[in-house]
Protein backbone atom coordinates (compact mmCIF):
# COMPACT_ATOMS: atom_id res chain seq x y z
CA UNK A 1 0.00 0.00 0.00
CA UNK A 2 1.16 3.47 -0.55
CA UNK A 3 2.34 5.77 1.86
CA UNK A 4 0.58 8.67 2.19
CA UNK A 5 3.22 12.11 2.63
CA UNK A 6 2.99 14.40 5.23
CA UNK A 7 1.86 17.70 4.54
CA UNK A 8 4.65 20.17 4.11
CA UNK A 9 4.84 22.22 7.25
CA UNK A 10 4.41 18.61 8.95
CA UNK A 11 7.49 17.59 7.41
CA UNK A 12 9.36 20.46 8.31
CA UNK A 13 8.43 20.14 12.46
CA UNK A 14 9.25 16.54 11.90
CA UNK A 15 12.99 17.04 10.82
CA UNK A 16 13.14 19.68 14.02
CA UNK A 17 11.98 16.57 16.04
CA UNK A 18 13.91 14.12 15.15
CA UNK A 19 17.20 16.66 15.15
CA UNK A 20 16.20 17.86 18.80
CA UNK A 21 18.57 18.17 21.45
CA UNK A 22 18.37 15.89 24.67
CA UNK A 23 16.72 17.56 27.38
CA UNK A 24 13.59 18.72 25.33
CA UNK A 25 12.49 14.87 23.95
CA UNK A 26 11.29 13.68 27.54
CA UNK A 27 8.42 16.31 26.80
CA UNK A 28 7.13 13.23 24.38
CA UNK A 29 5.28 11.57 27.02
CA UNK A 30 3.65 14.64 28.92
CA UNK A 31 1.84 15.70 24.98
CA UNK A 32 0.87 11.70 24.74
CA UNK A 33 -0.90 11.50 27.65
CA UNK A 34 -2.42 15.17 27.34
CA UNK A 35 -3.91 13.77 24.01
CA UNK A 36 -5.06 10.98 26.08
CA UNK A 37 -6.91 12.99 28.78
CA UNK A 38 -8.61 15.02 25.69
CA UNK A 39 -9.81 12.05 24.48
CA UNK A 40 -11.28 10.56 27.44
CA UNK A 41 -13.03 14.65 28.21
CA UNK A 42 -14.78 14.08 24.86
CA UNK A 43 -16.08 10.76 25.83
CA UNK A 44 -16.97 11.48 28.99
CA UNK A 45 -18.77 14.55 27.97
CA UNK A 46 -20.49 12.38 25.65
CA UNK A 47 -21.31 9.75 28.30
CA UNK A 48 -23.05 12.63 29.97
CA UNK A 49 -26.13 12.91 27.80
CA UNK A 50 -25.80 8.90 26.11
CA UNK A 51 -26.15 5.99 28.02
CA UNK A 52 -24.61 3.88 25.09
CA UNK A 53 -21.40 4.82 26.00
CA UNK A 54 -21.51 2.31 29.16
CA UNK A 55 -18.31 3.58 30.64
CA UNK A 56 -18.50 5.28 34.99
CA UNK A 57 -16.68 7.85 35.53
CA UNK A 58 -14.32 6.03 37.45
CA UNK A 59 -13.08 3.38 34.83
CA UNK A 60 -11.94 5.94 32.30
CA UNK A 61 -7.92 5.78 32.53
CA UNK A 62 -4.68 6.11 30.51
CA UNK A 63 -2.13 2.92 31.02
CA UNK A 64 1.48 3.08 30.35
CA UNK A 65 3.42 -0.34 29.27
CA UNK A 66 6.83 -0.67 28.66
CA UNK A 67 8.37 -3.44 27.04
CA UNK A 68 12.69 -3.19 27.80
CA UNK A 69 13.34 -5.81 25.54
CA UNK A 70 11.36 -4.81 22.51
CA UNK A 71 11.90 -1.24 23.29
CA UNK A 72 8.52 -0.42 23.09
CA UNK A 73 6.07 2.11 25.41
CA UNK A 74 2.65 1.74 25.02
CA UNK A 75 0.29 4.78 25.95
CA UNK A 76 -3.58 3.49 25.69
CA UNK A 77 -6.60 5.50 26.62
CA UNK A 78 -10.38 4.50 26.64
CA UNK A 79 -11.18 7.95 25.25
CA UNK A 80 -13.35 9.00 21.83
CA UNK A 81 -10.48 7.43 19.53
CA UNK A 82 -10.14 8.06 15.98
CA UNK A 83 -11.40 7.41 12.58
CA UNK A 84 -9.79 7.16 9.50
CA UNK A 85 -10.21 10.82 8.65
CA UNK A 86 -9.56 12.07 12.05
CA UNK A 87 -6.27 10.02 11.40
CA UNK A 88 -5.76 12.10 8.39
CA UNK A 89 -6.61 14.90 9.45
CA UNK A 90 -5.19 14.59 12.69
CA UNK A 91 -1.98 13.04 12.78
CA UNK A 92 -1.50 13.93 9.09
CA UNK A 93 -0.79 17.88 10.17
CA UNK A 94 1.27 19.52 12.43
CA UNK A 95 -2.03 20.84 14.97
CA UNK A 96 -0.32 24.05 17.18
CA UNK A 97 1.17 25.69 13.40
CA UNK A 98 0.08 28.75 15.09
CA UNK A 99 2.84 29.21 17.71
CA UNK A 100 4.97 27.21 15.41
CA UNK A 101 4.67 30.20 12.50
CA UNK A 102 4.83 32.75 15.49
CA UNK A 103 8.55 31.60 15.76
CA UNK A 104 9.11 31.22 12.36
CA UNK A 105 8.05 34.64 11.84
CA UNK A 106 9.78 36.16 14.54
CA UNK A 107 12.77 34.08 13.20
CA UNK A 108 14.69 35.47 16.66
CA UNK A 109 15.40 31.65 18.60
CA UNK A 110 16.19 29.33 17.57
CA UNK A 111 13.91 26.36 16.13
CA UNK A 112 14.43 23.78 18.60
CA UNK A 113 13.10 25.92 21.21
CA UNK A 114 9.98 25.23 20.12
CA UNK A 115 9.85 21.92 20.96
CA UNK A 116 10.48 22.59 24.39
CA UNK A 117 8.51 25.51 25.45
CA UNK A 118 6.01 25.29 23.51
CA UNK A 119 4.95 21.19 23.01
CA UNK A 120 4.00 20.30 19.74
CA UNK A 121 1.46 17.50 20.13
CA UNK A 122 1.75 13.96 18.82
CA UNK A 123 4.50 14.53 16.60
CA UNK A 124 6.99 15.18 19.75
CA UNK A 125 7.10 11.01 20.06
CA UNK A 126 9.42 11.25 16.83
CA UNK A 127 12.54 13.10 18.91
CA UNK A 128 12.46 9.09 21.00
CA UNK A 129 10.86 6.88 18.25
CA UNK A 130 11.98 5.14 15.06
CA UNK A 131 8.52 4.29 14.58
CA UNK A 132 4.85 5.22 15.94
CA UNK A 133 2.15 2.95 15.56
CA UNK A 134 -1.75 4.19 16.84
CA UNK A 135 -4.88 1.74 16.81
CA UNK A 136 -7.85 3.57 17.45
CA UNK A 137 -11.24 2.48 17.20
CA UNK A 138 -14.15 5.45 17.70
CA UNK A 139 -17.23 5.50 19.68
CA UNK A 140 -19.95 4.76 17.58
CA UNK A 141 -17.58 3.30 14.77
CA UNK A 142 -17.74 -0.48 14.03
CA UNK A 143 -14.15 -0.09 12.55
CA UNK A 144 -10.97 0.44 14.00
CA UNK A 145 -7.71 1.54 12.07
CA UNK A 146 -4.48 1.49 12.26
CA UNK A 147 -2.06 4.33 11.42
CA UNK A 148 1.83 3.73 10.86
CA UNK A 149 4.85 5.88 10.64
CA UNK A 150 8.40 5.83 10.70
CA UNK A 151 9.17 10.00 10.21
CA UNK A 152 9.42 11.54 7.49
CA UNK A 153 8.89 9.09 4.45
CA UNK A 154 4.85 9.43 5.59
CA UNK A 155 1.81 7.36 6.98
CA UNK A 156 -0.05 4.06 6.35
CA UNK A 157 -3.51 3.49 7.66
CA UNK A 158 -4.60 0.57 7.77
CA UNK A 159 -8.31 -1.47 9.02
CA UNK A 160 -7.95 -3.62 11.70
CA UNK A 161 -9.80 -5.56 14.41
CA UNK A 162 -10.11 -3.78 17.94
CA UNK A 163 -12.57 -4.44 20.52
CA UNK A 164 -12.62 -1.28 22.69
CA UNK A 165 -13.42 2.16 21.85
CA UNK A 166 -10.10 3.90 22.50
CA UNK A 167 -6.16 4.76 21.22
CA UNK A 168 -3.35 3.10 22.13
CA UNK A 169 -0.09 4.79 20.97
CA UNK A 170 2.60 2.50 20.31
CA UNK A 171 6.04 3.87 20.36
CA UNK A 172 9.27 1.88 19.18
CA UNK A 173 12.00 3.54 20.97
CA UNK A 174 15.00 4.43 18.80
CA UNK A 175 18.30 2.70 19.47
CA UNK A 176 21.28 4.31 21.66
CA UNK A 177 24.21 5.99 19.71
CA UNK A 178 27.31 7.42 20.66
CA UNK A 179 25.72 10.98 20.79
CA UNK A 180 22.15 10.04 22.11
CA UNK A 181 20.33 8.20 24.79
CA UNK A 182 17.30 6.68 24.79
CA UNK A 183 16.92 3.93 27.05
CA UNK A 184 16.42 5.60 29.98
CA UNK A 185 12.80 6.16 28.78
CA UNK A 186 12.59 2.33 29.17
CA UNK A 187 12.85 3.05 32.86
CA UNK A 188 9.67 2.32 34.34
CA UNK A 189 11.22 5.21 37.54
CA UNK A 190 12.16 7.24 34.60
CA UNK A 191 8.55 7.08 33.18
CA UNK A 192 6.99 7.52 36.63
CA UNK A 193 9.31 10.38 37.36
CA UNK A 194 8.05 12.28 34.03
CA UNK A 195 4.45 11.18 35.00
CA UNK A 196 5.10 13.00 37.77
CA UNK A 197 7.05 15.94 36.46
CA UNK A 198 4.60 17.18 33.85
CA UNK A 199 1.19 15.12 34.20
CA UNK A 200 0.81 15.22 37.39
CA UNK A 201 -2.51 17.36 37.30
CA UNK A 202 -4.31 14.97 34.86
CA UNK A 203 -7.66 13.59 36.34
CA UNK A 204 -8.13 10.32 34.83
CA UNK A 205 -5.37 7.86 36.07
CA UNK A 206 -2.27 7.46 34.94
CA UNK A 207 -1.54 3.68 35.63
CA UNK A 208 1.59 1.26 34.85
CA UNK A 209 2.31 -1.78 36.25
CA UNK A 210 5.03 -1.30 39.03
CA UNK A 211 7.18 -3.98 40.57
CA UNK A 212 8.02 -4.34 44.43
CA UNK A 213 9.42 -5.70 46.87
CA UNK A 214 6.76 -7.04 49.05
CA UNK A 215 7.42 -8.65 52.85
CA UNK A 216 6.23 -12.02 52.85
CA UNK A 217 3.56 -12.56 54.69
CA UNK A 218 4.12 -14.54 57.96
CA UNK A 219 7.38 -13.81 57.77
CA UNK A 220 10.20 -13.30 60.52
CA UNK A 221 9.94 -9.31 61.48
CA UNK A 222 13.86 -9.65 63.15
CA UNK A 223 14.50 -11.54 59.55
CA UNK A 224 12.04 -10.58 56.78
CA UNK A 225 11.99 -12.39 53.86
CA UNK A 226 10.64 -10.45 51.01
CA UNK A 227 8.77 -10.97 46.93
CA UNK A 228 8.55 -9.57 43.78
CA UNK A 229 5.09 -8.56 43.15
CA UNK A 230 3.47 -6.55 40.54
CA UNK A 231 0.70 -3.87 41.14
CA UNK A 232 -0.86 -1.39 38.87
CA UNK A 233 -0.23 1.42 40.26
CA UNK A 234 -1.41 5.17 39.94
CA UNK A 235 1.13 7.33 39.15
CA UNK A 236 -0.09 10.62 39.09
CA UNK A 237 -2.05 12.45 42.08
CA UNK A 238 -5.10 13.46 39.68
CA UNK A 239 -5.40 16.99 41.13
CA UNK A 240 -5.99 19.84 38.92
CA UNK A 241 -2.83 23.02 40.03
CA UNK A 242 -6.03 25.01 40.79
CA UNK A 243 -7.05 22.72 42.98
CA UNK A 244 -4.63 22.62 45.05
CA UNK A 245 -3.73 25.30 48.04
CA UNK A 246 -1.90 28.31 46.98
CA UNK A 247 1.20 27.82 49.27
CA UNK A 248 1.47 23.95 48.09
CA UNK A 249 1.99 25.43 44.30
CA UNK A 250 5.48 26.54 43.48
CA UNK A 251 5.95 29.40 41.70
CA UNK A 252 7.60 26.75 38.91
CA UNK A 253 4.72 24.42 39.07
CA UNK A 254 2.76 27.69 37.95
CA UNK A 255 4.45 28.91 35.28
CA UNK A 256 5.16 25.77 33.82
CA UNK A 257 1.45 25.19 34.24
CA UNK A 258 0.75 28.36 32.24
CA UNK A 259 3.44 27.94 29.43
CA UNK A 260 1.78 24.50 28.68
CA UNK A 261 -1.54 25.13 29.01
CA UNK A 262 -0.92 28.63 27.07
CA UNK A 263 1.65 27.93 24.71
CA UNK A 264 3.47 30.59 25.70
CA UNK A 265 7.26 30.48 25.61
CA UNK A 266 7.97 32.93 28.55
CA UNK A 267 6.77 32.87 32.25
CA UNK A 268 4.05 34.71 33.48
CA UNK A 269 4.35 38.35 35.02
CA UNK A 270 1.83 37.24 37.65
CA UNK A 271 -0.37 34.78 38.66
CA UNK A 272 -3.37 35.26 40.61
CA UNK A 273 -4.98 32.05 42.53
CA UNK A 274 -8.06 32.63 43.58
CA UNK A 275 -10.96 30.43 45.78
CA UNK A 276 -14.29 31.83 46.30
CA UNK A 277 -17.04 30.87 48.08
CA UNK A 278 -20.48 32.28 48.06
CA UNK A 279 -23.62 32.71 45.90
CA UNK A 280 -20.86 31.03 43.66
CA UNK A 281 -18.20 28.51 44.29
CA UNK A 282 -15.21 28.55 42.24
CA UNK A 283 -11.83 28.46 42.02
CA UNK A 284 -9.80 30.75 39.35
CA UNK A 285 -5.79 30.66 38.06
CA UNK A 286 -5.42 33.42 35.93
CA UNK A 287 -2.03 34.71 34.54
CA UNK A 288 -0.90 38.30 33.15
CA UNK A 289 1.77 36.79 30.17
CA UNK A 290 5.14 38.98 30.04
CA UNK A 291 4.42 39.98 26.81
CA UNK A 292 1.91 41.16 24.38
CA UNK A 293 1.07 38.08 22.06
CA UNK A 294 2.07 38.45 18.52
CA UNK A 295 -1.50 38.00 17.46
CA UNK A 296 -3.05 40.05 20.14
CA UNK A 297 -4.51 43.03 18.17
CA UNK A 298 -5.68 41.17 15.26
CA UNK A 299 -8.61 39.27 15.42
CA UNK A 300 -7.38 35.84 15.77
CA UNK A 301 -6.52 36.45 19.17
CA UNK A 302 -9.13 34.93 21.24
CA UNK A 303 -9.52 36.46 24.80
CA UNK A 304 -11.74 34.47 27.26
CA UNK A 305 -10.91 31.60 29.44
CA UNK A 306 -10.98 28.16 29.93
CA UNK A 307 -14.50 26.78 31.95
CA UNK A 308 -14.59 23.66 33.69
CA UNK A 309 -17.26 22.22 35.20
CA UNK A 310 -15.97 19.99 38.65
CA UNK A 311 -12.57 19.15 36.70
CA UNK A 312 -14.67 18.86 33.40
CA UNK A 313 -13.71 21.21 30.66
CA UNK A 314 -16.86 22.43 29.01
CA UNK A 315 -15.47 25.45 26.87
CA UNK A 316 -11.70 26.32 25.68
CA UNK A 317 -12.40 29.76 25.22
CA UNK A 318 -15.10 31.50 27.44
CA UNK A 319 -14.87 35.13 26.41
CA UNK A 320 -18.00 36.02 28.77
CA UNK A 321 -16.06 35.96 31.88
CA UNK A 322 -13.25 38.43 30.87
CA UNK A 323 -14.16 41.74 30.08
CA UNK A 324 -12.63 43.92 27.52
CA UNK A 325 -10.25 46.13 29.82
CA UNK A 326 -8.49 42.62 30.98
CA UNK A 327 -8.89 40.75 27.31
CA UNK A 328 -4.97 40.01 28.28
CA UNK A 329 -5.68 37.77 31.14
CA UNK A 330 -5.20 33.95 30.41
CA UNK A 331 -6.36 30.93 32.31
CA UNK A 332 -8.98 28.85 34.18
CA UNK A 333 -12.17 28.72 35.98
CA UNK A 334 -13.59 25.67 37.71
CA UNK A 335 -16.88 26.16 38.91
CA UNK A 336 -19.09 23.30 40.94
CA UNK A 337 -22.50 25.09 40.18
CA UNK A 338 -22.27 25.24 35.99
CA UNK A 339 -24.23 22.47 34.91
CA UNK A 340 -22.25 20.04 33.00
CA UNK A 341 -24.15 19.60 30.16
CA UNK A 342 -25.57 23.35 29.34
CA UNK A 343 -25.30 24.48 25.97
CA UNK A 344 -22.99 27.26 24.70
CA UNK A 345 -26.09 29.03 23.73
CA UNK A 346 -27.48 29.03 27.15
CA UNK A 347 -24.16 29.54 29.08
CA UNK A 348 -24.11 33.17 27.35
CA UNK A 349 -27.37 33.46 29.21
CA UNK A 350 -26.59 32.16 32.62
CA UNK A 351 -26.55 33.84 36.11
CA UNK A 352 -24.32 31.47 37.69
CA UNK A 353 -21.37 32.42 34.54
CA UNK A 354 -22.78 35.91 35.26
CA UNK A 355 -21.90 36.28 38.71
CA UNK A 356 -18.58 34.49 38.15
CA UNK A 357 -17.61 37.43 35.36
CA UNK A 358 -18.08 40.21 37.78
CA UNK A 359 -16.63 38.95 40.72
CA UNK A 360 -13.86 38.12 38.37
CA UNK A 361 -13.37 41.47 37.13
CA UNK A 362 -13.43 43.00 40.53
CA UNK A 363 -10.86 40.29 41.46
CA UNK A 364 -8.56 40.92 38.99
CA UNK A 365 -8.93 45.00 39.33
CA UNK A 366 -8.08 44.65 42.69
CA UNK A 367 -5.11 41.91 42.02
CA UNK A 368 -3.74 44.51 39.24
CA UNK A 369 -4.18 47.43 42.11
CA UNK A 370 -2.15 45.56 44.29
CA UNK A 371 0.88 44.86 41.62
CA UNK A 372 0.94 48.18 41.34
CA UNK A 373 1.53 49.36 44.94
CA UNK A 374 3.69 46.38 45.65
CA UNK A 375 6.11 46.58 42.90
CA UNK A 376 5.54 49.42 40.72
CA UNK A 377 8.79 48.43 38.88
CA UNK A 378 6.89 45.07 38.00
CA UNK A 379 3.82 47.07 37.07
CA UNK A 380 4.94 49.72 34.88
CA UNK A 381 6.84 46.77 32.78
CA UNK A 382 3.01 45.25 32.30
CA UNK A 383 1.47 48.65 31.44
CA UNK A 384 4.03 48.81 29.00
CA UNK A 385 2.75 45.94 27.62
CA UNK A 386 -1.14 46.26 28.25
CA UNK A 387 -1.58 49.55 29.16
CA UNK A 388 -3.41 50.10 25.61
CA UNK A 389 -5.93 47.37 26.21
CA UNK A 390 -6.44 48.70 29.58
CA UNK A 391 -7.33 52.34 27.99
CA UNK A 392 -9.04 50.59 25.40
CA UNK A 393 -11.70 49.37 28.56
CA UNK A 394 -12.04 53.44 29.33
CA UNK A 395 -14.22 53.51 26.06
CA UNK A 396 -15.48 49.70 25.23
CA UNK A 397 -18.54 49.03 26.21
CA UNK A 398 -19.81 53.03 26.23
CA UNK A 399 -17.52 53.24 29.50
CA UNK A 400 -19.26 50.68 31.42
CA UNK A 401 -16.11 49.00 33.10
CA UNK A 402 -14.72 52.68 33.71
CA UNK A 403 -14.53 52.49 37.49
CA UNK A 404 -12.52 48.88 37.38
CA UNK A 405 -9.87 50.59 34.95
CA UNK A 406 -9.30 54.32 36.02
CA UNK A 407 -7.02 53.70 39.02
CA UNK A 408 -5.15 51.15 36.86
CA UNK A 409 -4.01 53.61 33.96
CA UNK A 410 -0.42 55.65 33.71
CA UNK A 411 0.54 58.68 32.55
CA UNK A 412 3.90 60.22 31.87
CA UNK A 413 4.09 63.69 33.97
CA UNK A 414 5.69 66.20 32.65
CA UNK A 415 6.37 67.56 36.17
CA UNK A 416 7.62 63.85 37.69
CA UNK A 417 9.29 62.78 34.57
CA UNK A 418 7.90 59.30 35.23
CA UNK A 419 4.82 57.26 34.61
CA UNK A 420 2.06 58.38 37.30
CA UNK A 421 -1.85 57.25 38.55
CA UNK A 422 -4.29 59.64 38.03
CA UNK A 423 -5.01 59.35 42.23
CA UNK A 424 -1.55 60.50 42.81
CA UNK A 425 -1.94 63.87 39.78
CA UNK A 426 -5.07 64.49 41.56
CA UNK A 427 -3.28 64.30 45.41
CA UNK A 428 -0.44 66.87 44.17
CA UNK A 429 -3.40 69.45 42.56
CA UNK A 430 -2.70 72.87 44.32
CA UNK A 431 -6.31 74.11 45.60
CA UNK A 432 -6.21 77.27 42.51
CA UNK A 433 -6.06 74.32 40.29
CA UNK A 434 -9.68 72.71 39.05
CA UNK A 435 -8.78 70.60 35.73
CA UNK A 436 -6.32 67.60 35.30
CA UNK A 437 -4.01 69.16 32.45
CA UNK A 438 -2.93 66.73 29.84
CA UNK A 439 -1.60 67.19 26.08
CA UNK A 440 -1.58 65.44 23.30
CA UNK A 441 1.14 64.64 20.84
CA UNK A 442 3.23 62.16 18.82
CA UNK A 443 4.90 61.00 22.11
CA UNK A 444 6.43 62.12 24.88
CA UNK A 445 9.46 64.00 23.73
CA UNK A 446 7.50 66.22 20.95
CA UNK A 447 4.45 67.07 23.57
CA UNK A 448 7.66 68.24 26.02
CA UNK A 449 8.26 70.49 23.19
CA UNK A 450 5.24 72.20 22.49
CA UNK A 451 5.00 75.94 22.92
CA UNK A 452 1.49 75.24 25.22
CA UNK A 453 3.69 73.36 27.35
CA UNK A 454 6.22 76.29 28.30
CA UNK A 455 3.50 78.24 30.53
CA UNK A 456 2.79 75.29 32.35
CA UNK A 457 6.67 74.25 32.79
CA UNK A 458 7.49 77.89 34.19
CA UNK A 459 4.61 77.59 36.98
CA UNK A 460 5.63 73.92 37.63
CA UNK A 461 2.06 72.50 37.01
CA UNK A 462 1.92 69.39 36.16
CA UNK A 463 0.49 67.65 32.67
CA UNK A 464 0.33 64.57 31.92
CA UNK A 465 1.69 63.76 28.65
CA UNK A 466 -0.19 61.64 26.54
CA UNK A 467 1.69 60.12 23.54
CA UNK A 468 -0.89 57.28 22.38
CA UNK A 469 -3.43 57.32 19.80
CA UNK A 470 -5.82 55.68 22.42
CA UNK A 471 -5.35 58.08 25.48
CA UNK A 472 -7.49 61.23 24.10
CA UNK A 473 -10.16 58.83 23.40
CA UNK A 474 -9.67 57.22 26.90
CA UNK A 475 -9.81 60.54 28.49
CA UNK A 476 -12.83 61.72 26.31
CA UNK A 477 -14.26 58.40 27.97
CA UNK A 478 -13.03 58.88 31.42
CA UNK A 479 -15.17 62.07 31.32
CA UNK A 480 -13.47 63.04 35.31
CA UNK A 481 -11.22 61.58 37.58
CA UNK A 482 -12.89 62.75 41.62
CA UNK A 483 -14.93 65.25 40.23
CA UNK A 484 -11.87 66.74 38.28
CA UNK A 485 -12.91 66.98 34.73
CA UNK A 486 -9.94 66.91 32.35
CA UNK A 487 -8.32 69.75 30.06
CA UNK A 488 -6.33 69.68 26.48
CA UNK A 489 -3.86 71.79 27.28
CA UNK A 490 -2.95 72.11 23.34
CA UNK A 491 -6.99 73.00 22.71
CA UNK A 492 -8.42 76.49 22.78
CA UNK A 493 -10.15 76.93 25.93
CA UNK A 494 -6.98 76.18 28.14
CA UNK A 495 -4.87 79.16 29.23
CA UNK A 496 -2.51 81.06 31.95
CA UNK A 497 -4.95 82.92 33.98
CA UNK A 498 -2.59 85.80 33.64
CA UNK A 499 -2.93 87.86 30.57
CA UNK A 500 0.64 88.84 29.31
CA UNK A 501 1.12 92.10 29.88
CA UNK A 502 3.97 92.69 27.45
CA UNK A 503 1.36 91.95 24.65
CA UNK A 504 -0.50 95.12 22.98
CA UNK A 505 -4.18 93.14 23.53
CA UNK A 506 -6.18 96.15 21.90
CA UNK A 507 -5.20 95.79 18.52
CA UNK A 508 -7.57 94.16 16.47
CA UNK A 509 -6.01 95.16 13.47
CA UNK A 510 -3.18 92.69 13.80
CA UNK A 511 -5.51 89.89 14.14
CA UNK A 512 -7.61 90.83 11.61
CA UNK A 513 -4.63 91.48 9.27
CA UNK A 514 -3.26 87.58 10.12
CA UNK A 515 -6.51 86.18 9.78
CA UNK A 516 -7.76 88.37 5.92
CA UNK A 517 -4.30 86.71 5.25
CA UNK A 518 -4.55 82.85 6.08
CA UNK A 519 -8.41 83.01 5.50
CA UNK A 520 -9.88 79.68 5.53
CA UNK A 521 -6.83 78.06 7.50
CA UNK A 522 -7.93 79.21 10.66
CA UNK A 523 -11.06 79.90 11.92
CA UNK A 524 -9.70 82.20 14.47
CA UNK A 525 -6.15 84.43 15.37
CA UNK A 526 -5.91 85.33 19.15
CA UNK A 527 -3.22 86.94 20.90
CA UNK A 528 -1.67 83.77 23.64
CA UNK A 529 -1.85 84.04 26.96
CA UNK A 530 0.19 80.90 27.09
CA UNK A 531 3.48 81.61 25.04
CA UNK A 532 6.84 82.24 26.18
CA UNK A 533 9.66 82.02 23.96
CA UNK A 534 7.64 80.76 20.52
CA UNK A 535 6.22 82.96 18.13
CA UNK A 536 3.03 81.23 17.64
CA UNK A 537 1.22 77.54 18.31
CA UNK A 538 -1.89 75.94 16.99
CA UNK A 539 -4.65 75.65 19.24
CA UNK A 540 -7.86 73.55 18.46
CA UNK A 541 -11.24 75.02 19.03
CA UNK A 542 -14.27 72.74 19.71
CA UNK A 543 -14.55 68.91 19.92
CA UNK A 544 -11.81 67.61 17.13
CA UNK A 545 -8.52 67.55 18.14
CA UNK A 546 -5.00 67.72 16.14
CA UNK A 547 -4.68 64.27 17.94
CA UNK A 548 -8.57 62.94 16.48
CA UNK A 549 -7.82 64.84 13.51
CA UNK A 550 -4.70 62.47 12.76
CA UNK A 551 -6.38 59.11 13.64
CA UNK A 552 -9.49 60.14 11.54
CA UNK A 553 -6.90 60.87 8.65
CA UNK A 554 -5.95 57.30 8.93
CA UNK A 555 -9.09 55.50 10.02
CA UNK A 556 -11.10 57.55 8.13
CA UNK A 557 -10.06 59.57 5.33
CA UNK A 558 -12.76 59.84 2.87
CA UNK A 559 -15.00 61.76 5.97
CA UNK A 560 -12.30 64.72 5.57
CA UNK A 561 -12.73 65.23 9.53
CA UNK A 562 -10.46 68.14 10.67
CA UNK A 563 -9.93 70.18 13.97
CA UNK A 564 -10.54 73.96 14.06
CA UNK A 565 -7.58 76.05 13.81
CA UNK A 566 -6.81 78.44 16.09
CA UNK A 567 -3.45 80.36 15.70
CA UNK A 568 -1.71 81.56 18.85
CA UNK A 569 0.57 84.51 18.65
CA UNK A 570 3.08 85.73 21.24
CA UNK A 571 3.12 89.82 21.01
CA UNK A 572 6.31 90.04 22.75
CA UNK A 573 7.85 87.61 20.31
CA UNK A 574 10.76 89.83 18.09
CA UNK A 575 9.34 87.42 15.10
CA UNK A 576 5.81 89.07 15.65
CA UNK A 577 6.85 92.46 16.52
CA UNK A 578 8.62 92.19 13.01
CA UNK A 579 5.17 91.83 11.29
CA UNK A 580 3.31 94.12 13.37
CA UNK A 581 5.95 96.70 11.86
CA UNK A 582 5.98 95.91 8.47
CA UNK A 583 1.97 95.65 8.25
CA UNK A 584 2.45 99.32 7.17
CA UNK A 585 5.99 99.63 5.54
CA UNK A 586 6.01 96.39 3.65
CA UNK A 587 2.79 94.63 2.97
CA UNK A 588 3.69 91.80 1.38
CA UNK A 589 6.38 91.21 3.73
CA UNK A 590 4.09 91.00 6.52
CA UNK A 591 1.83 88.40 4.73
CA UNK A 592 4.81 86.36 3.97
CA UNK A 593 5.75 86.37 7.56
CA UNK A 594 2.23 85.79 8.83
CA UNK A 595 2.06 82.73 6.39
CA UNK A 596 5.38 81.07 7.43
CA UNK A 597 4.24 81.59 10.86
CA UNK A 598 1.62 80.02 10.96
CA UNK A 599 3.50 76.91 8.82
CA UNK A 600 5.54 76.70 11.22
CA UNK A 601 2.96 76.17 14.23
CA UNK A 602 1.14 73.50 11.70
CA UNK A 603 4.33 71.67 11.66
CA UNK A 604 4.71 71.92 15.61
CA UNK A 605 1.62 70.54 16.19
CA UNK A 606 2.80 67.60 14.55
CA UNK A 607 0.40 68.50 11.12
CA UNK A 608 1.08 67.90 7.61
CA UNK A 609 2.25 70.96 5.82
CA UNK A 610 -0.38 71.81 2.72
CA UNK A 611 2.29 73.16 0.50
CA UNK A 612 5.84 72.46 1.91
CA UNK A 613 7.56 73.54 -1.63
CA UNK A 614 5.80 76.85 -1.00
CA UNK A 615 6.77 77.53 2.68
CA UNK A 616 10.78 76.44 1.65
CA UNK A 617 10.74 79.20 -0.88
CA UNK A 618 9.32 82.08 1.49
CA UNK A 619 11.60 80.90 4.07
CA UNK A 620 14.51 81.13 1.48
CA UNK A 621 12.92 84.21 -0.25
CA UNK A 622 13.50 85.87 3.59
CA UNK A 623 17.03 84.83 3.77
CA UNK A 624 18.42 86.93 0.43
P1 LIG B 1 -3.15 18.96 19.68
O1 LIG B 1 -3.32 17.96 20.78
O2 LIG B 1 -2.47 20.21 20.10
O3 LIG B 1 -4.41 19.23 18.90
P2 LIG B 1 -1.60 16.86 18.49
O4 LIG B 1 -0.67 16.83 17.32
O5 LIG B 1 -1.02 16.39 19.76
O6 LIG B 1 -2.14 18.32 18.61
O7 LIG B 1 -2.84 15.96 18.17
C1 LIG B 1 -3.56 16.20 17.00
C2 LIG B 1 -4.96 15.65 17.13
O8 LIG B 1 -4.97 14.23 17.05
C3 LIG B 1 -5.66 15.95 18.43
O9 LIG B 1 -6.20 17.24 18.42
C4 LIG B 1 -6.73 14.87 18.46
O10 LIG B 1 -7.84 15.26 17.67
C5 LIG B 1 -6.05 13.70 17.80
N1 LIG B 1 -5.50 12.78 18.80
C6 LIG B 1 -4.23 12.68 19.22
N2 LIG B 1 -4.11 11.73 20.18
C7 LIG B 1 -5.34 11.21 20.36
C8 LIG B 1 -5.90 10.19 21.21
N3 LIG B 1 -5.14 9.52 22.09
N4 LIG B 1 -7.22 9.93 21.10
C9 LIG B 1 -8.00 10.62 20.23
N5 LIG B 1 -7.55 11.58 19.43
C10 LIG B 1 -6.24 11.88 19.48
Redesign the pocket.
Known amino acids: MAKTEFKSESKRLLDLMINSIYTHKEIFLR??I???S??ID?LYYISLTDDNVGIAKDEFKINIEVDKDARIIT?S?N????DKD?LDN??GT???SGSFKFKQENGKTDDVDIIGQF??????AFMVADEIT?Q?KKYGCDQAYQWQSSGADGYEITEIDKDTV??K?IIKVKEDTDQEKYSEFLEKYKISALVSKYSDYIRYPITMDMEHRKMREGSDLENPEYDMVTENEVLNSMVPIWQRSKKDVTDEEYNDFYKQKFLDFEDPARVFANSVEGVVTYKSLLFVPARVPYNYFTKEYKKGLQLYSSGVLIMENCSDLIPEQFAFVKGVVDSQDLSLNISREMLQHDRQLKTIANTLEKKIKNELLNWLKEDREGYEKFFSQFGKQLKYGLVADYGAHKESVKDLILFYSSTEKKMVTLKEYVERMSDEQEDIYFATGESVDAIDKLPQMEYFREKGIEVLCCGEEIDEFAIKGLNDYGKKTFKNIVNEDVAGEEKDSSADQGDDEVLKFIKETLGERVSEVVFSKKLRSHPVCLTAKGEVSFEMEKYMAAAQPEAHIKAERVLEINAAHPAVTALIANMTADKEKAEKYAKVLYTQAVIIAGLPVEDPSDYADMVCSMMV
Open positions: EISNADAKVDGIGMDNLIANGVGFYSVTGTI
